[in-house]
């Protein structure tokens, strides 16, 4: 079993910066990949990045050059750091966790970009 504790959520202005985290625990396996996901009201799920175990990322097209997913492979721990953020990135953050083809979610932080 595997466990996702998200931290780092919060309010902040447009153009303001957030470093999310998500530290998994209980059976991790080596060969795994983590992202994060967001759902705004109304509106699916979406990737929003997601690091392998070596270190390749992928991003949104919506969060490129904006955001950076990195990774502390003896921690367990994703990040994610969120900079020139817009109110369109407001939303519940999920961190995810796949290994052996099974999906692992955190509970979800709130993002909430408002002046």
């Known amino acids: 079993q595997v466990q996702l504790v998200e931290s780092g959520g919060g309010l902040v202005q447009p153009g303001g910066s957030l470093r999310l985290s998500c530290a998994a625990s209980?059976?991790?396996?080596?060969?795994?990949?983590m992202a994060w996901y967001r759902q705004a009201p109304g509106k699916q799920r979406e990737l929003v990045a997601s690091i392998l175990v070596r270190g390749h990322t992928g991003y949104a097209d919506s969060v490129k050059g904006r955001f950076t997913i990195s990774r502390d492979n003896a921690k367990n721990t994703v990040y994610l750091q969120m900079n020139s953020l817009k109110p369109e990135d407001t939303a519940v953050y999920y961190c995810n966790l796949v290994q052996r083809f099974t999906n692992y979610w955190g509970q979800g932080t709130q993002v909430t970009v408002s002046s």
């Open positions: 209980g059976s991790i396996f080596s060969d795994n990949a």
